[in-house]
């Protein structure tokens, strides 16, 4: 199985603070990395590096086969990412949001693709209204048509389930047990039931480093025991 | 370019960042009318050009302020910069944009001014004064781009831009100035501004290859 | 050798030149024959000065590019060094030439092409350091004002031929900085002069970097014991 992404040595620093002290992981093609951690252990950062929006101070970090610094064009076409941040423009409606990144991608099949996603997503009825007048889950679900307009290979996911309605979430995790195959995942969260069910190999990461490593399979209680160990906030089960 | 169309489509749907700057423009020229005109008859006429450059250069920095500050709420800069785009395709798409909105504001705002400040008709300099008013356009949205970029991921976005806008513009208002109340005062044919021209025309290409150097760092992070 | 390049002996070595330049300019070179007399000595050390402003604000620009090559934090602190020093110098231009106005016209300011540009010089490197001020993480506050000074080094002479568009008003533009038209001992003089200035630059720029990094050092060794 070739490897879709490989990090070796990573290490960012802001300002003073050392935030990622040399992580090296690795993932190969179709696998699912859950990400857990304590707040401010470099988990967002850690995902930033993989979606070219931070570059890394030291070590290397391949997406795709192309490494992240040299080379993030590619990488960028192949990625897709969603985060709490919606990433919207709320004075264009949810057609005109995703026309405009389709573009941006160059995505073949505009039209077809953007009413697919739009009807998979039950937002069909509200295309053509202005996105600020979405609730937050329907922004959420439009955030997600526009990670996942351009087909990447990998998707990166921070904190997806957070803030979404249990419609949105019933969408989503059916979203992705459709494209589960054939697709690498990323995703952070808190939520460790959901980290569990999805994860081919779980991870936390604590201060910069990699507290665990695992590949799934593990027994919820004492996964559990670990998680308490090193995330001081209550796991959410 | 889809950025330039969806900027364009954002702005005229809500029209508020070019109101706003139309009604400052127009406000800005009445306030120098009171400001100026203290002695009986006064003559402003040396003063036109100054007067219509400073004002849109002031709400330019409006202008700017606002465009960018859409971009930095929603986190669309990420979306943005997680396409396969090069930097300087978004600075080229952020410049035209805002050169777009400066233009249109220049179409009402030129004739009102006229209108109000200057006496004799140049309709015969009609075509080196539009040739002025675009160079010195470009060079204030080129340069007015790039470092609105910069600013507004500072601590007190608004309020560095001014600081950090009006010394480097300076050389283009001075040029734009002096052939724009040329213009107005006294017609002057290409032959008179040539030299400001050139200079417009130096500056704005300077400018903007130091932008294309630039704005992969100033946009990332 | 290295002797006669270190931090101490630097500032003897710009002293003693500087020094000699104003003997030399007082004692040897003849009198300016031109109306401005006497005065015009403080030219010997004006120009020197003005240069060198531009030499570090020059040395900034490399610095910049540099930095923004490198990532590598030393060139956005050799950058912060030579702004500093480059606008104390140019804040020293406009006093000296303000000094100069008077004596030589009668008035303390004249918006002729030079005190102008300097003055905008001024405002610039103050933005640099506003800006400076108002980014607070360390590699992106170095980006920014790398950014900003290369921007800000092409933008000086940019001003210097706007100025000259302006009209001339009622002083005259008299320097010529070629510096063909001195005598031998005028350029003697000031070639000392521009020489003491620059060294003095170099010493200045070697001490204010052990400065800042004894400060990065305090504030290291303050983050270690503070936790």
Not at chain 2, 111 to 134: I, K, M, N, Q
């Amino acid at each position: 199985m070739p490897l879709e992404i490989d990090v070796e040595g990573l290490r960012k620093t802001f300002g003073r603070r050392e935030v990622l002290k040399g992580l090296s992981f690795s993932l190969e093609r179709g696998g699912f990395l859950s990400i857990f951690g304590p707040n401010g252990a470099g988990k967002t950062t850690t995902l930033r590096v993989l979606a070219t929006l931070l570059t890394a101070g030291a070590g290397t970090v391949r997406v795709a086969g192309h490494d992240v610094r040299d080379d993030p064009m590619p990488v960028r076409r192949t990625i897709g990412f969603i985060s709490h941040d919606p990433m919207l423009y709320l004075d264009l409606t949810a057609q005109e949001n995703l026309r405009f990144y389709a573009d941006m991608y160059g995505v073949d099949d505009r039209e077809a693709r953007i009413t697919e996603l739009l009807e998979r997503l039950e937002l069909s009825h509200r295309r053509h209204d202005v996105a600020r007048t979405y609730s937050k889950g329907m922004r959420q679900r439009l955030a997600i048509a526009r990670a996942i307009l351009h087909r990447p290979r990998v998707l990166l996911l921070d904190e997806p389930h957070s803030g979404l309605d249990p419609r949105a979430v019933d969408i989503l995790d059916g979203l992705l047990t459709e494209i589960r195959d054939e697709h690498t995942f990323v995703m952070v969260t808190h939520n460790i039931a959901k980290g569990l069910e999805w994860g081919t190999r779980l991870m936390i990461i604590e201060n910069g480093r990699i507290a665990y490593e695992h590949a799934a399979g593990v027994d919820p209680e004492s996964f559990s025991a670990v998680y308490r160990e090193h995330v001081q906030e209550g796991a959410v089960l | 370019m889809a950025i330039l169309r969806k900027d364009l489509i954002r702005e005229l749907r809500t029209r508020e960042m070019l109101i706003s700057m139309i009604l400052f423009v127009l406000l800005a020229m009445v306030i120098f009318h009171y400001a100026f005109t203290v002695k009986e008859g006064a003559d402003l006429t040396y003063f036109t050009g100054g007067m219509l450059w400073v004002t849109f250069i002031f709400a330019m920095l409006l202008g700017l302020n606002r465009s960018f500050a859409q971009e930095k709420d929603e986190r669309c800069l990420d979306g943005l910069l997680l396409c396969p785009v090069d930097r300087v395709t978004i600075f080229l798409a952020k410049t035209a944009g805002n050169l777009i909105f400066l233009l249109i504001i220049q179409v009402v705002a030129v004739p009102v001014f006229t209108l109000f400040f200057v006496e004799r008709s140049y309709a015969g300099d009609l075509l080196p004064f539009l040739v002025v008013l675009l160079l010195a356009d470009v060079g204030i949205c080129a340069l007015g781009t790039l470092l609105a970029t910069i600013s507004m991921n500072t601590r007190s976005r608004d309020l560095l831009l001014p600081i950090i806008f009006l010394p480097l513009i300076v050389p283009v208002l001075i040029a734009a100035t002096g052939a724009t109340t040329l213009i107005f005062a006294e017609g002057a044919g290409f032959g008179g501004l040539l030299a400001r021209v050139l200079f417009l025309l130096g500056f704005d290409v300077v400018f903007i290859v130091a932008a294309y150097g630039t704005y992969d760092f100033a946009i990332g992070e | 050798m290295k002797q006669l390049v270190s931090a101490p002996a630097l500032f003897v070595e710009a002293g003693i030149c500087l020094v000699a330049g104003l003997l030399l300019a007082f004692l040897y070179a003849p009198v300016d024959a031109s109306s401005m007399g006497f005065s015009q000595k403080i030219f010997f050390y004006h120009v020197p000065i003005a240069e060198t402003a531009l030499v570090a604000f020059g040395i900034a620009l490399v610095a910049a590019i540099a930095y923004l090559r490198t990532q590598n934090l030393k060139w956005d602190r050799l950058g912060l060094v030579c702004v500093r020093l480059g606008l104390l110098f140019s804040l020293l231009v406009m006093v000296t030439g303000m000094i100069w106005g008077k004596a030589a016209w009668g008035v303390w300011w004249a918006w002729e092409p030079r005190l102008t540009t300097f003055l905008l010089v001024c405002f610039l490197y103050i933005a640099y350091l506003v800006l400076r001020s108002v980014v607070e993480e360390e590699q992106r506050r170095a980006t920014y004002a790398a950014v900003f000074a290369i921007i800000a080094f092409i933008d000086v002479p940019m001003t210097f031929f706007a100025t000259r568009f302006l009209p001339e008003g009622l002083h005259p533009v008299v320097i010529t900085t070629g510096g063909t038209g001195m005598e031998a001992s005028m350029l003697v003089s000031f070639l000392i002069s521009m020489l003491g200035m620059t060294l003095l630059l170099v010493a200045l720029i070697r001490r204010d970097l052990a400065v800042e990094d004894l400060k990065d050092r305090v504030a290291d060794l303050k983050n270690t014991i503070g936790g």
